[in-house]
Nanobody, 124 residues
Framework: VQLQASGGGLVQTGGSLALSCAAS????????MGWFRQAPGKEREFVAS???????TLRDSVKDRFTISRDNAKNTVYLQMNSLKPEDTAVYYC???????????????????WGQGTQVTVSS
């Protein structure tokens, strides 16, 4: 599976961005899909995931602001980010995992495939 993330950019505090992750090579419908982020000098952390049955899990700090969704027909997963804050600044990576609900529990260790990352910068 090859994952291609897009949609990052520079936005002011309170703004919105929509990330997309398009897959090729295999249908995404057999994977849980998710997003992680990594800020400079920090470890990569879980942001959100969506299961094959479209149950979603988000980290507490983004629950009221981010939404994850998937379109299996388009082989794409999305992350809508609203009310962005400077602390959301990071490189965002999309991910695919065969383990159900693994990303929220096991983090990066559960991921089978990574996208290349897209930079999100929120200015104060």
């Amino acid at each position: 599976v090859q994952l291609q993330a897009s949609g990052g950019g520079l936005v002011q505090t309170g703004g919105s961005l929509a990330l997309s992750c398009a897959a090729s090579g295999r249908t995404l419908s057999v994977y849980d899909m998710g997003w992680f982020r990594q800020a400079p000098g920090k470890e990569r952390e879980f942001v959100a995931s969506i299961s094959r049955s479209e149950g979603s899990t988000l980290r507490d700090s983004v629950k009221d602001r981010f939404t994850i969704s998937r379109d299996n027909a388009k082989n794409t997963v999305y992350l809508q980010m609203n009310s962005l804050k400077p602390e959301d600044t990071a490189v965002y990576y999309c991910a695919a995992a065969a383990r159900v609900y693994g990303m929220a529990v096991y983090g990066t260790n559960s991921v089978d495939y990574w996208g290349q990352g897209t930079q999100v910068t929120v200015s104060s």
